[in-house]
Nanobody
Framework: QVQLVESGGGLVQAGGSLRLSCTAS????????MGWYRQAPGKQRELVAQ???????NYADSLKGRFTASGDFVKNAMYLQMNSLKPEDTAVYYC??????????????WGQGTQVTVSS
């Protein structure tokens, strides 16, 4: 069993910053990929950023320059620094991991999400 838990969401004014954290625990052999996604009301879930254990990071084009993702694959943790936040960044933010478990099978796991609300 593997759990991903996000933290760090909240209410912030436009132009402000937030830092999200995600920690994975449980029957983990290795995390291969970690990602941040978000889902705004009435919209589909979308990719924010993705990090591989090999060190590659990809961002949604619209978020480059404002959001920075980082990962600690030893601590099984991932972070998302969000700067210059805009009201349209309001969403539930989820972390996802492609995780090789102790059963030596890779599964995708999702966290429960953390709400980010940006007021104008």
């Amino acid at each position: 069993q593997v759990q991903l838990v996000e933290s760090g969401g909240g209410l912030v004014q436009a132009g402000g910053s937030l830092r999200l954290s995600c920690t994975a625990s449980g029957s983990i052999l290795k995390i291969n990929v970690m990602g941040w996604y978000r889902q705004a009301p009435g919209k589909q879930r979308e990719l924010v950023a993705q990090i591989t254990s090999g060190g590659t990071t990809n961002y949604a084009d619209s978020l480059k320059g404002r959001f920075t993702a980082s990962g600690d694959f030893v601590k099984n943790a991932m972070y998302l620094q969000m700067n210059s936040l805009k009201p349209e960044d309001t969403a539930v933010y989820y972390c996802k991991g492609n995780i090789l478990t102790t059963r030596k099978i890779e599964y995708q796991y999702w966290g429960q999400g953390t709400q980010v609300t940006v007021s104008s």
